[in-house]
């Protein structure tokens, strides 16, 4: 069946430092990808997304990069702060259905 | 434009009880989920309805869950009985006639938990 693979489950960096976390797709009709930021008890957020037409997007210090032929993407934070740690989630999507990936939690060290 | 809203926030229940989720989603929006989301794992689709319709209801526990959405809008999932594994946060989410790229949005959630 269809599922997206995430890695790392968790990652730690230094303040400043950047971050990477990688998912992998298997539906190959997946044509957008977004990336959810989702804090302790509150509702995932849509932080940045990227349709299968487009191989880069950047948005001020996150960015994410997309390998049709691979079948992955990959989001990366730069200049980390404190603020950023919390618990990341990718998603494949074909119309109207989201796979969600197992996610990520980021913990930003001062 | 107002959000997805759920309601109630938070819940604590026997097992064995029964307990219902309410879902209104964002106006116009066709398409409705519900995700369970156990700590520490990405939300898991349960249900999803176009309109008024099921689309995918391949990972709900059809045997103790249910849910319905009359007349396109609003929407209840139901757990009875409820099983101490059913802790988790129930998540709603909508999205629009164009498809989940364009405007998906999750409610707050419900936070069951089942002692």
């Known amino acids: 069946g269809e599922n997206v693979e995430q890695h790392p489950s968790t990652l730690s960096v230094q303040e400043g430092d950047s971050a990477v976390i990688k998912c992998t797709y298997s539906?190959?009709?997946?044509?957008?990808f977004p990336w959810y930021k989702q804090e302790l008890g509150k509702r995932p957020q849509l932080i940045i997304d990227?349709?299968?037409?487009?191989g880069e997007k950047k948005d001020q210090r996150i960015a994410v990069t997309l390998n049709k032929t691979a079948k992955h993407f990959s989001l990366h934070i730069t200049e980390t702060q404190p603020e950023d740690s919390a618990v990341y989630f990718c998603?494949?999507?074909?119309?109207?259905?989201?796979?969600f990936g197992t996610g990520t939690r980021l913990k930003v060290l001062a | 434009e107002a959000g997805v809203a759920q309601s109630p926030r938070y819940k604590i229940i026997e097992k064995r009880q029964s307990v219902a989720f309410w879902c209104n989603p964002i106006?116009?929006?066709?398409?409705l989920y519900w995700y369970q989301q156990i700590l520490g794992q990405g939300p898991k689709l349960l249900i999803q309805?176009?309109?008024?319709?099921?689309?995918?209801d391949s990972q709900l526990p059809k045997d103790r869950f249910s849910a319905e959405r009359l007349k396109g809008v609003d929407s209840t999932l139901k757990i009875q009985p409820a099983k101490l594994e059913d802790s988790a946060v129930y998540l709603c989410?909508?999205?629009?006639?164009?498809?989940?790229?364009?405007?998906?949005?999750f409610g707050s959630g419900t936070r069951l938990t089942v002692v």
């Open positions: 989410a909508s999205s629009p006639p164009q498809g989940a790229g364009y405007g998906y949005t």
């Open positions: 539906d190959s009709a997946s044509n957008y």
């Open positions: 990227i349709r299968s037409n487009v």
């Open positions: 998603a494949a999507s074909r119309t109207y259905k989201y796979i």
């Open positions: 106006s116009g929006h066709a398409t």
């Open positions: 309805f176009q309109n008024n319709g099921v689309v995918d």
